[in-house]
T-cell receptor, first 111, second 108 residues
Framework: DAGITQSPRHKVTETGTPVTLRCHQTENHRYMYWYRQDPGHGLRLIHYSYGVKDTDKGEVSDGYSVSRSKTEDFLLTLESATSSQTSVYFC??????????FGPGTRLTVL | RKEVEQDPGPFNVPEGATVAFNCTYSNSASQSFFWYRQDCRKEPKLLMSVYSSGNEDGRFTAQLNRASQYISLLIRDSKLSDSATYLCVVPFTDKLIFGTGTRLQVFP
C-alpha cells in the first residue's frame, strides 16, 4: 500500500471552531489532493497541490484552505467549521496526476 | 450531462455470476480511465487502469468505447469478497472526476 496517513482519523467539533486535518506521505509524490465524500455526491475535490507551496482550488473549496510547506505534508483547514462540513475527508497522492492513491480517511462531525 | 455517470445499483448477484457495470463520460479528450473499488467505510483503492481499448486482470475486464464515450467493467465468477462499490474515474487536466459509484452485492 502507498505510504499515506491521515490524522486525526476521527474528530468531533463544534460549529465555529477551526479544524486542521493532516495528510502525510512517504512516497515523495508531487501531487496531493483533498476530497470530501458524502452520500449521493461521491468524491468531490476540495483543493489540490502540484508541488510545495503550489495549490489550487477544486469544485467545493469554499470554507476550506490548504497549505503545503513540505513535499510530504498537506494540511486542510476549516477556518470556522459548519455542520455542512460534516463528512468523510480523504487525502490522495499521485506521482503523475493520473492514478491516485488514497489515505484511510478522516471522519469529521461538526455539531 | 454529468461529467461521469454510473448506475448506482445495487446489483445483487449470486456467487459465480458474471456482472457488468457501465459508466458514461462527457469529456471526449480523456485518454485514460480508471476503476476504483471502495469497501464500506474504507478508502477507494485502484482496481484497474484503462489506457487503450481495454484491460484484463484475472476475473476483471475493463473495456473502453471512445465513440460512445463509455467504459465498462466486467466481473466473471463473482466472489462474496467482490461485494463493494465500484467507482468509475475519468481524468480531466490534472484532476480526476469520480462517478458516484455502483454498488455490488454478491450473495451465497
Amino acid at each position: 500500500d502507498a505510504g499515506i496517513t491521515q490524522s486525526p482519523r476521527h474528530k468531533v467539533t463544534e460549529t465555529g471552531t477551526p479544524v486542521t486535518l493532516r495528510c502525510h506521505q512517504t512516497e515523495n509524490h508531487r501531487y496531493m489532493y483533498w476530497y470530501r465524500q458524502d452520500p449521493g455526491h461521491g468524491l468531490r475535490l476540495i483543493h489540490y497541490s502540484y508541488g510545495v507551496k503550489d495549490t489550487d482550488k477544486g469544485e467545493v473549496s469554499d470554507g476550506y484552505s490548504v497549505s503545503r510547506s513540505k513535499t510530504e505534508d498537506f494540511l486542510l483547514t476549516l477556518e470556522s467549521a459548519t455542520s455542512s462540513q460534516t463528512s468523510v475527508y480523504f487525502c490522495a497522492i499521485s506521482g503523475d496526476a493520473n492514478e491516485q492513491f488514497f489515505g484511510p480517511g478522516t471522519r469529521l462531525t461538526v455539531l | 450531462r454529468k461529467e461521469v455517470e454510473q448506475d448506482p445499483g445495487p446489483f445483487n448477484v449470486p456467487e459465480g455470476a458474471t456482472v457488468a457495470f457501465n459508466c458514461t463520460y462527457s469529456n471526449s479528450a480523456s485518454q485514460s480511465f480508471f476503476w476504483y473499488r471502495q469497501d464500506c467505510r474504507k478508502e477507494p483503492k485502484l482496481l484497474m487502469s484503462v489506457y487503450s481499448s481495454g484491460n484484463e486482470d484475472g476475473r476483471f475486464t475493463a473495456q473502453l468505447n471512445r465513440a460512445s464515450q463509455y467504459i465498462s467493467l466486467l466481473i466473471r465468477d463473482s466472489k462474496l469478497s467482490d461485494s463493494a462499490t465500484y467507482l468509475c474515474v475519468v481524468p480531466f487536466t490534472d484532476k480526476l472526476i469520480f462517478g458516484t459509484g455502483t454498488r455490488l452485492q454478491v450473495f451465497p
